[in-house]
């Protein structure tokens, strides 16, 4: 088991990310460790699909170690991580007697977690969360960092709270039925993790990509990843402790910073990775493989600056190469693109902040008024290729 502990320098405030195979079953000790003796009860927040498959292991074991464990569904799916479904929820937690001693248990993927963790900043103003991520995107991006939210008509992650989770329990053996989009999905996002944080993440993760069988992975998911365990355990490890290191950092994406250790560095790739999901309604790209192409992208105009060489935007094309294939990008009509990006939520004070690369490794914020329009045009059409 891989241990990692977050302090919030902020607040007084420590949290711990277990990551293994199996710790599923083992939910209901380290519940039990980190809430103490007077919770009672634990919604496990989920969706039917993810509910279906690990139900089991959860409830038992809350069950085991005392707690009146209430299941609460929510339908799956992106468009449910709404305030209809959160009003929803809280109606439940109220309905059934929930006592700010009491927990949630976030069991699924990103949309799981960000809705559930935000019944849990707001009922009774705060209640305890435990996040139990079990997509790959979820174990090292979304879980750790406490950001919650739900979307609004008005777009994605409109309305939310930070609220970090009392604990973080990563089951590796939950990514094998994850459908290989998904893991795809994922992967890119990791990739986007090693290219901002460090040259060492960087070639971790391409090594370990090197090494899957994708074959494995079927639509449905994979039949064995017995082989990967430990260094699929190694690797998500890696990426929890980038990701926790920019959290502590800069806990609450201060508004006013721009310099690399920002946490909106982690945006890498999401400028035009939400342009590309808008201008396709949402239905071509998972969101990780629409980050895959922003990298790209981004890369492309780092180029095009003179702040990256063209090797290491080489190194970024060949690592999103390794995540698997991409849904096609190069049909999409480039002045759609453009429109969509001027009308993107990052847009500060009128203009984009784009997060570029100085190398791999280090990312750099740059003003979207130094970057020329045939510049970004050219480096659209260069981003969106296919993919051999
Ligand atoms: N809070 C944050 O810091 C943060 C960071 C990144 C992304 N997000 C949010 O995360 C969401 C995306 O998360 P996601 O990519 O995990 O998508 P998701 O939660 O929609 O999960 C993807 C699909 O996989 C299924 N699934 C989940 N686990 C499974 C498993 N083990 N086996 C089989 N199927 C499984 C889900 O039911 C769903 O159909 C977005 O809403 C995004 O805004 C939040």
């Known amino acids: ?9 902020a607040r007084e405030e420590c949290y711990e990310i277990k990551i293994g195979e199996g710790l599923l079953s083992s939910l209901g000790h380290e519940a039990r460790a980190c809430l103490g003796p007077k919770a009672r009860r634990v919604a496990v927040v989920s ?16 069950q085991a170690a005392g707690f009146t464990v209430r299941p609460w569904l929510m339908p799956d799916g992106e468009r449910y991580k709404s305030l209809r479904t959160l009003g929803r ?16 248990v976030a069991l699924g993927g990103g ?24 997509t790959l995107l979820a174990q090292i991006d979304a879980s750790v960092g406490g950001k919650t939210g739900v979307n609004t008509p008005s777009g994605k992650n409109l309305v939310g709270a930070f609220h970090q989770p009392r604990l973080v329990l990563i089951d590796t053996s939950t990514l094998s039925t994850l459908p290989r989009r998904e893991l795809t999905s994922g992967w890119c996002e990791a990739v986007k993790q090693g290219a901002i944080g460090s040259r060492t993440l960087f070639d971790q993760t391409c090594e370990f990509l090197s090494s899957i069988d994708f074959s494995l992975w079927s639509k449905e998911g994979a039949t064995q990843t017995e082989v990967y365990a430990t260094q699929l355990a190694e690797i998500i490890a890696a990426h929890c402790r980038f990701k926790a290191s920019m959290v502590v950092r800069d806990e609450k994406e201060d508004v006013a910073r721009a310099d690399h250790c920002s946490r909106r560095i982690l945006n890498f790739g999401h400028t035009v990775a939400h342009a590309l999901e808008t201008v396709t309604n949402y239905r071509r790209f998972r969101h990780g493989e629409a980050v895959g192409y922003g990298m790209l992208v981004a890369g492309d105009i780092s180029k095009s600056l003179g702040i990256l060489a ?68 050219s480096s659209l059409r260069a981003g969106l290729q296919r993919l051999s």
């Not at 949309?111 to 079990?134: C, E, K, S």
Request: hydrophobic share 45%.
């Open 1 to 9: 088991v891989q241990l990692i502990t977050v302090r919030l320098k």
């Open 47 to 62: 969706n039917p699909t993810v509910f279906g498959l690990f139900e089991k292991h959860a409830g038992q074991s809350l």
């Open 89 to 104: 929820l809280l109606s439940f937690l109220s309905d059934a007697g929930f006592e700010r001693s009491d927990a949630i």
């Open 111 to 134: 949309v799981v977690g960000d809705l559930a963790g935000f019944a849990a900043a707001t009922y009774m103003r705060g209640v305890a969360l435990i996040n139990g991520p079990t």
């Open 310 to 377: 063209a090797s290491e935007l080489e190194l970024l094309r060949a690592a999103v190469r390794l995540c698997g294939r991409l849904p096609r990008a190069d049909d999409i009509e480039l002045s759609e693109i453009v429109r969509a990006l001027a009308r993107d939520k990052k847009v500060v004070e009128g203009t984009i902040k784009w997060v570029l690369l100085e190398r791999i490794g280090r990312a750099r914020i740059v003003d979207g008024r130094e970057i020329d329009p045939r510049v970004l045009r």
